[in-house]
Nanobody, 116 residues
Framework: QVQLVESGGGLVQPGGSLRLSCAAS????????MRWYRQAPGKERELVAY????????GYADSVKGRFTITRDNPKNTVYLQMDSLKPEDTAVYYC?????????WGQGTQVTVSS
């Protein structure tokens, strides 16, 4: 079955960087778009970034544009989220996502905390 496993979260000071990884299995990774979402306490889950199958198309939420970069390595079945210039408002649980045949698939999430 589809499995998405996120890693790379942690505690970082404002202005710092983290790189999140999402290892995918159970499906043909290279033919599906991938997304990163986040959910902060008391807030709805929001789309942060997406990437097309061959990385030719990427998109970002306005709040992270210019600071976050989404990439993918199809041979490794992995999608990444490089997060730079982190702000306290980036604190959230970050989730990897894909959609197959109308079904949403989610990882378990990884906590990112930006605090001094």
């Amino acid at each position: 079955q589809v499995q998405l496993v996120e890693s790379g979260g942690g505690l970082v000071q404002p202005g710092g960087s983290l790189r999140l990884s999402c290892a995918a299995s159970g499906f043909t990774f290279s033919i599906y778009a991938m997304r990163w979402y986040r959910q902060a306490p008391g807030k709805e889950r929001e789309l942060v970034a997406y990437i097309s199958t061959v990385s030719s198309i990427t998109g970002y939420a306005d709040s992270v544009k210019g600071r976050f970069t989404i990439t993918r390595d199809n041979p490794k079945n992995t999608v990444y989220l490089q997060m730079d210039s982190l702000k306290p408002e980036d604190t959230a649980v970050y989730y990897c996502n894909t959609q197959r045949s109308g079904t949403q698939h989610w990882g378990q999430g990884t906590q990112v905390t930006v605090s001094s």
